[in-house]
């Protein structure tokens, strides 16, 4: 399940797809995932598990890419 994705520009300019997502595989694991859509397509993403996985994943995303 999606609950965003918006597309931030990093501090070394490169333009990222940022998304806040929960695991098809395993309910109640959220992961934030920014990938680089420019060069190489990397993709960097953090997980999230336990109670209050989704709000600590959306309060990660507004921390570290600026996610609406």
Same mark, same amino acid.
Do not use: C
């Given at each position: 399940? /999606? !609950?965003?994705?918006?597309? %931030? ?5 490169? &333009?990222? #797809?940022?998304? $806040? $997502? #929960?695991? %098809?595989? &395993? @309910?109640?694991v959220? !992961?934030? #995932? +920014? ?13 999230? $598990?336990? @109670?209050?996985?989704?709000? /600590? +994943?959306? #309060?990660?995303?507004?921390? %570290?890419?600026?996610?609406?």
């Amino acid at each position: 399940m /999606r !609950t965003n994705v918006a597309r %931030k520009q990093d501090n070394r300019g490169r &333009t990222l #797809e940022v998304e $806040v $997502v #929960e695991r %098809k595989d &395993t @309910p109640g694991v959220w !992961t934030v #995932e +920014a990938i680089d859509m420019a060069a190489e397509g990397d993709i960097f993403q953090a997980l999230f $598990v336990g @109670p209050e996985s989704h709000e /600590r +994943a959306l #309060e990660y995303a507004r921390f %570290k890419y600026s996610f609406q």
